[in-house]
């Protein structure tokens, strides 16, 4: 992967992978490194905390698509778990707004689908 980073048109910052940024492919790849280097499970259990507090929003959002597409499981992982961390414990519009999403449905649509389903109250 180092190789097709260097090998990349830096001017347009574009890899030939579909789907995957050289931003995130970067970040994947300093995680691969350092996970590939054989350190102990806490330190790289630090290193994966410091990681993925680095990232946030497009930077977040675009590692975590790039990681599903390349398969890297433990990096995924890790990210995965970060999202979850900041989102537990926030309402459903505190989520929307976390993660810049507007709501899909009218309020009163939102308050009648509410109604119906018992679980969906917050």
Known sequence: MRRLLDDSD??????????????????????????????????????????????AGAALTEALVAADYLDAA??????CEAVTARLRGLSASQIRAELGVDADMPAGEEEAARAQVCWARA
């Open 74 to 79: 433990s990096v995924l992982d890790v990210l």
């Open 10 to 55: 830096s001017a347009l910052g574009i890899v030939p992978l579909p789907n995957v940024e050289s931003p995130a492919l970067e970040t994947l790849l300093r995680y691969a490194e350092f996970e590939a280097a054989g350190h102990g499970a806490a330190t790289l259990s630090a290193f994966s905390a410091e990681f993925a507090a680095s990232l």
